[in-house]
């Protein structure tokens, strides 16, 4: 069965320290992973997209490692800002139009 | 180049009301998709179109939802009667569609729907 799991579900830091969130996957076959960022109220933006070749990706502060072995994923967030407190979501294509979603981490930064 | 539009961005109704949503998608994008984002979850898609056919509708509730994209372009989805448990996030999506690699889905607003 196709899957997307997400840890933790939600999690609290401080501003101005880094996390690292967690996407395991069974999607069969496998084409791309994206990180996609979900603030409040707004729909789900696209940070970074991993394929089967890339083990790491950065988008400024986000960067994005890719086990395709173990079909694992993690997206790490340095020095971590308040605005970066939204809902994150890993999403896997198994090609065309077909994609997979997790259920989210729930990110809080507090000053 | 403009996003996915979606209206109304809220809506508040009672149970066994109607209620309809719009989205236009980014234009030139084949493939449209409705999802259901309940609070705390992941979206869960309810139908995708590919121009104005479907593609998949397997977890649409067709009871009660319905959905149309008649000229390939803009689509709306229906809720008749609503029910408690259709309080969630109605998100659009859109991607060009076909067989491209890291096809790309972009997503709407959201229209939060709340049944009373």
């Known amino acids: 069965k196709n899957q997307v799991e997400q840890s933790p579900q939600s999690l609290i830091i401080l501003e101005g320290k880094n996390c690292t969130l967690q996407c395991n996957y069974t999607v069969s076959p496998f084409s791309n992973l994206r990180w996609y960022k979900q603030d409040t109220g707004r729909g789900p933006v696209s940070l970074t997209i991993m394929t089967f070749s890339e083990n790491t990706k950065s988008n400024g502060r986000y960067t994005a490692t890719l086990d395709a072995d173990t079909k694992q994923s993690s997206l790490h967030i340095t020095a971590s800002q308040l605005s970066d407190s939204a809902s994150y979501i890993c999403?896997?294509?198994?090609?065309?139009?077909?994609?997979?979603f997790g259920t989210g981490t729930s990110l809080t930064v507090i000053p | 180049e403009a996003g996915v539009a979606q209206s109304p961005r809220y809506k508040i109704i009672e149970k066994r009301q109607s209620v309809a949503f719009w989205c236009n998608p980014i234009?030139?994008?084949?493939?449209l998709y409705w999802y259901q984002q309940i609070l705390g979850q992941g979206p869960k898609l309810l139908i995708q179109?590919?121009?104005?056919?479907?593609?998949?509708d397997s977890q649409l509730p067709k009871d009660r939802f319905s959905a149309e994209r008649l000229k390939g372009v803009d689509s709306t989805l229906k809720i008749q009667p609503a029910k408690l448990e259709d309080s969630a996030v109605y998100l659009c999506?859109?991607?060009?569609?076909?067989?491209?690699?890291?096809?790309?889905?972009?997503f709407g607003p959201g229209t939060r729907l709340t049944v009373l």
């Open positions: 234009s030139g994008h084949a493939t």
């Open positions: 179109f590919q121009n104005n056919g479907v593609v998949d």
């Open positions: 999506a859109s991607s060009r569609g076909g067989n491209v690699s890291y096809n790309e889905q972009f």
């Open positions: 999403v896997v294509s198994a090609g065309g139009n077909q994609f997979y």
